[in-house]
């Protein structure tokens, strides 16, 4: 295929060149053929320019002429607006194509001499340079645009946007004679303007300048100067003095006549270091530049001595020693995670011998670095609080960290609860801290108390009557009678449950430490449910939590309040009586999870709806993490994840209800401790607010399945939702 391409093209280049001969034959005008070889058209659009006839072929060799009255060629563009550059020959189209000429409009120039030399018209749209014509006994003054010279003179290079006229202008010679007073002399010339003025020289003497008067009266002429008669200058001339140097052991400097001195060197003298002029030998009058001499002079170098000075930088950047007679400001050294105090002249760096800047020795010394360790002062701020204290300020070294206070003077704000710590007041600018994490400060800081929703609210739920269990069972199931009590509205958040923990941490509690949420991921959230929860860590963490808001501990082990969950000596004691946090009963739990009434209990099989997707974080939505509590859809008592996201532990052992009327009831003893386990783990047929099921089944209970577990164990989906009495 390739040979017959070639071959094609071999014919339609014969084409061409029959063409340009003279043979009448059109070159390629078949398009196959044309298009095989690379064949394309190419017209021409001239813009007003001699036309330029339309070729088919694959290359231009020469660029195609073509010319315009008063216009300069600037070449064949591509584009009709000149976008680019002018093509460049040979040129090979790549498809059919338009040149289009390009043009740079002339203009006309004429020079009207006034009489000088003749200048030839210029053509063209920009002169370079300026052309000066001859006129006996005149001096040109330029080109002018008008012909009365109003205006200035024209400036070259001149650019041109239409024909114009220039006018030569002149200036009359004279004869300017130069009367020189005892100096070189200047031979006379004739001109019209004397455009530099020569300069001469007198022995001791300072030229002054040239005067139109012989007595030198008035003001000395300057360039350029217009001559309007033959004139004669006269140089002015002022006596110069002697200037001779005594540098006092220094460098020597050569003496010199003047009338004026701006500065002069500064001589060098080893061990010392030049310090200025004076003019008198017993240095007590100081030279002031510019001096103005008015008679023969001698200038004295004053000096001071220099003396070692050395650094001790103390473990701080090495600085080397200096030979001088002061020193202006402090020099600088640094330490790591140190702050400099000051250089001082004793190694103990005692206050009275802290050096001051400029620092002037007195003899070779040794200057020693003092270092403090730097501290950065971390404020806490309520940030609009109502009520409690913030805590204490912190003092951190430089490149320490420290641990992010809790809320631990209790900071509280009507309708809001404590949250995180920002370093800004609305905590979107800035950084946000959890109480707990570790910071390294750079600089001084205040941390602003956050404010958000309350997590730790509480709901209060009347007392009232229901039947507990899988409402399919109807009236077979225990009627139940309960007193109002308090459950909490969320699952206790990660953010909470550490609070307190660091609280009880510094109070006496031995608290085994929580997960936040379930999966790797939930490291990252704010407000998901604390995990891995054992009922024994629920326990003692609830009596801390009471210390912590003003109430008293429920739960005792012997005659103690229960502060180590990895202690279980002495016999467990739940003092209801007590106003403290504590776990919900199973009855409770169920009540509060069914809406709070016998007539409300039965209508929903999950905490609000009877679509789970609804109210409920469970394993086919969950995505196997735990998420922010709050999220879904709430129960008709505002209670939020009673039927998903963690499982929550309640009070009573594992037992059998039977199918009587109970008033208050629990469990008191027994081998197991009891979950309500729907949870972001289990599938929805668990996560009804009856069901208590997980690793093994109960058989014979007519109103549900149950979940036992031993006290001591703990899972990354179980938590926790505190209650107490109703005050």
Not at 113 to 142: L, R
Not at 387 to 393: A, D, K, L, N, R
Not at 691 to 717: E, I, L, Q
Request: net charge negative; with cysteine; glycine share 8%.
């Amino acid at each position: 295929m390739k040979k017959e391409f070639n071959f094609i093209k071999k014919i339609c280049a014969l084409f061409a060149a029959i063409t340009i001969i003279g043979i009448e034959f059109i070159s390629c005008e078949n398009q196959f053929f044309k298009k095989a070889a690379g064949i394309y058209e190419v017209s021409f659009e001239s813009n007003g320019g001699t036309g330029v006839s339309t070729v088919n072929t694959d290359k231009i060799v020469f660029q195609p002429a073509t010319t315009k009255n008063n216009c300069e060629f600037l070449g064949w563009y591509e584009t009709s607006n000149f976008e680019g550059s002018a093509v460049s020959f040979p040129y090979e189209p790549k498809k059919n194509t338009v040149l289009y000429a390009r043009w740079n409009q002339k203009y006309t120039v004429h020079f009207e001499s006034n009489g000088g030399t003749s200048v030839s018209d210029f053509t063209g749209n920009e002169i370079k340079s300026g052309i000066t014509p001859f006129k006996e006994d005149y001096s040109f003054a330029g080109w002018y645009l008008n012909a009365d010279f109003s205006g200035e003179a024209v400036s070259f290079p001149l650019s041109l946007n239409a024909d114009i006229t220039l006018y030569a202008k002149w200036n009359k010679n004279y004869t300017v004679s130069f009367n020189s007073n005892g100096g070189t002399e200047i031979s006379s010339i004739k001109t019209g303007v004397l455009q530099e003025l020569p300069f001469t020289e007198k022995e001791n003497y300072e030229f002054a300048g040239w005067y139109i008067s012989s007595s030198l009266s008035g003001e000395k002429i300057a360039a350029p100067y217009t001559v309007t008669q033959d004139i004669t200058l006269y140089a002015k001339w002022l006596p110069t003095y002697l200037v001779t140097f005594e540098t006092n052991g220094g460098s020597e400097i050569a003496s010199f006549k003047t009338r004026t001195i701006e500065n002069v060197q500064q001589p060098e003298k080893p061990g010392f270091t030049f310090i200025e002029w004076y003019l008198d030998s017993s240095l007590n009058t100081k030279a002031v530049f510019p001096l103005t001499i008015t008679k023969d002079t001698t200038l004295y170098a004053f000096y001071k001595q220099n003396f070692t000075v050395r650094f001790e930088a103390n473990g701080g950047s090495a600085i080397n020693p200096v030979s001088c007679y002061f020193i202006e400001t402090s020099p600088e050294t640094a330490k790591t995670n140190k702050t400099f105090a000051g250089w001082y002249l004793d190694s103990e760096c005692t206050d009275e011998n802290k050096v001051t800047f400029p620092f002037y020795p007195a003899e070779d010394v040794t200057l020693f670095a003092k270092w403090v360790t730097e501290m950065y002062t971390i404020t806490y701020n309520s940030n609009g609080a109502t009520g409690g204290s913030v805590p204490e300020t912190v003092q951190v070294e430089k490149g320490s960290s420290f641990v992010v206070s809790a809320n631990t003077g209790n900071l509280t704000k009507t309708g809001y609860a404590f949250t995180k710590w920002a370093t800004s007041t609305d905590g979107a600018s800035g950084q946000t801290y959890a109480p707990g994490s570790n910071l390294t400060p750079s600089r001084n800081m205040t941390l602003y108390a956050q404010w958000g929703k309350d997590y730790a609210a509480m709901v209060t739920v009347p007392g009232g009557n229901f039947y507990l269990g899988d409402p399919n069972y109807g009236t077979n199931r225990p009627k139940i009678t309960l007193s109002s009590f308090q459950i909490a509205q969320y699952e206790l958040t990660y953010e909470l449950w550490l609070e307190v923990y660091r609280w009880a941490e510094d109070n006496g509690y031995n608290i085994t430490r929580a997960d936040k949420g379930y999966a790797a991921n939930d490291a990252y959230k704010d407000f998901v449910p604390a995990t891995n929860i054992s009922w024994d860590m629920a326990c003692v963490w609830l009596n801390a939590y009471s210390e912590y808001k003003g109430y008293e501990p429920v739960y005792y082990r012997g005659n103690a309040v229960w502060k180590d969950d990895t202690s279980t000596n002495g016999s467990l004691s739940w003092y209801k009586s007590k106003n403290g946090y504590r776990l919900p009963t199973e009855c409770e739990w169920e009540f509060a999870a069914g809406g709070g009434s016998e007539a409300e209990h039965d209508k929903y099989i999950y905490a609000g709806s009877n679509t789970i997707e609804e109210v409920a974080w469970y394993a086919s939505n969950s995505g196997k993490e735990a998420h922010k509590v709050g999220t879904k859809k709430a129960n008709v008592l505002g209670l939020y994840d009673m039927s998903g996201n963690v499982a929550e532990w309640c009070f009573d052992f594992y037992a059998d209800w039977g199918t009587g009327e109970l008033t208050n009831p629990v469990h008191w003893n027994g081998k197991y401790t009891l979950l309500k386990w729907g949870s972001l783990y289990t599938s929805s047929q668990y996560c009804t607010i009856f069901d208590r099921t997980t690793d093994g089944y109960f058989s014979g209970y007519s109103y549900g399945s149950y979940y036992y577990s031993y006290a001591s164990t703990k899972t990354g989906w179980i938590g926790i939702r505190p209650a107490r009495n109703a005050d």
